[in-house]
């Protein structure tokens, strides 16, 4: 009876459960590494295809940037090869005499769009196949190898698993066993039995009961749970500090994804908004130079002051340009360029910018310094003057 109730412990749901969550861990670590891998080659075939025309104009360079590419992304081995699975091209640490082609099946998969995953436990690596846009004859191949002790960590959650289950399956006939033996031994032996069956399934249950809850947390999102090594036994402690390796890379690898997605939303937004406000700038450019060389011989009256408009137009659609091509380079404002600049010209230039269309509008300048002459950068400060001068005028138009 005894003994039934110790293999009926070891078997509850409990335990059950604290190996199914093992296994799911396992298999989670493994899709976070797959999936951290693909959206690293996915990002790095994205840059190579921008910037792949130097593959045919400058070797040196495109090697160097293959190199770069391949160690920010922390992508031990990367090669291109084309739709026979000859190598094309490979980083310069990669190890060009061991290289193996993926299968003519992962190739024509990924000929169709798809991206390949492949996993060796036995090379401990994970590879990945994508077919560059840029050409369509070229793929990329990348290699990220796992650390030994984390595949073998999961070989053995595997084969203790499938270890578990077994010996579920024949708890009937351990069962049967031991009772016939029960019969057969004095009741001094089956009491020493007993209680030795019930202090294995203590030791045993105390660990894995702890091991339960923490995979439980993982399992509702909690990355943050951390087990102490308090346990006597070697193998538990390995196993509890491998559980709390594993944790924090998934967590690592969640991060780097999130932070990895929002800096190319970002930048692609910042490059398309810089490409439409560049637009407008070249015919508006071109048709300010129709204007003056058309009408500045016509114009006797003022032409200085038509002259001197025309050239702050122009100087505002450069500001606006020079504006656009810095915000492409991912929407940072440009470095503050300190010159000596008339302020009180700045100053006028802008209001005059303002006196054509606001013929309502009295515009007065009380300049009451002395000095002219002051060090600040020419395209900031008429950028802030314009715009206080633009919200007075609607603050103005509000009012009435």
Avoid at 32 to 37: A, H, L, M, R, V
Avoid at 225 to 239: A, P, Y
Avoid at 296 to 322: A, C, H, T
């Amino acid at each position: 009876m005894l003994f039934n109730l110790g293999i009926e412990k070891w078997f509850d749901k409990k335990v059950s459960d604290v190996v199914n969550n093992s296994v799911e861990v396992a298999r989670n670590y493994l899709e976070e590494n797959q999936n951290s891998i693909k959206g690293e080659i996915l990002a790095m075939a994205n840059d190579l295809n921008r910037n792949f025309n130097l593959y045919s104009e400058n070797k040196p360079v495109f090697q160097n940037y293959f190199d770069q590419q391949s160690r920010f992304r922390k992508i031990e081995e990367s090669y291109l090869i084309n739709k026979d699975g000859l190598l094309l091209f490979s980083t310069s640490f990669s190890n060009k005499n061991n290289f193996i082609a993926p299968l003519k099946t992962f190739i024509e998969m990924a000929q169709n769009g798809q991206t390949i995953l492949i996993s060796d436990a036995n090379k401990n690596q994970t590879n990945a196949l994508v077919k560059l846009s840029s050409n369509e004859n070229i793929f990329l191949y990348a290699i990220r190898y796992v650390d030994p002790e984390t595949v073998n960590f999961l070989k053995k959650t595997g084969e203790a698993s499938t270890f578990y289950y077994k010996l579920k399956s024949n708890s009937l006939g351990l069962q049967i066993s031991f009772a016939a033996v029960y019969i057969v031994i004095v009741s001094s032996l089956i009491l020493l039995s007993s209680m030795y069956a019930i202090n294995i399934a203590n030791k045993i249950s105390r660990p894995i009961i702890k091991l339960i809850f923490a995979a439980k947390e993982v399992s509702v999102g909690n990355l943050e749970v951390k087990l102490k090594n308090e346990e006597e036994d070697d193998d538990f402690k390995k196993l509890y500090q491998t559980f709390n390796i594993m944790t924090q890379e998934i967590q690592a690898q969640k991060n780097k994804i999130a932070l990895s997605e929002r800096y190319q939303a970002w930048e692609m937004v910042a490059k398309k908004l810089a490409h439409e406000i560049k637009n407008p700038l070249t015919p508006i450019t071109l048709s300010l130079e129709r204007i003056k060389d058309r009408y500045s011989k016509q114009i006797n009256i003022d032409k200085s002051d038509f002259e001197n408009y025309l050239n702050i137009i122009s100087r505002q659609v450069e500001d606006i340009g020079k504006l656009a091509n810095e915000f492409s380079d991912f929407a940072r404002m440009p470095n503050p360029i300190k010159k000596s600049n008339n302020l009180k010209k700045i100053i006028e230039d802008s209001i005059s910018l303002y006196k054509l269309s606001e013929k309502k509008v009295i515009f007065n300048l009380d300049y009451s310094s002395t000095q002219d002459e002051f060090k600040f950068d020419l395209n900031q400060i008429s950028r802030v003057l314009i715009n206080i001068i633009k919200n007075s005028l609607e603050s103005i138009h509000e009012k009435q």
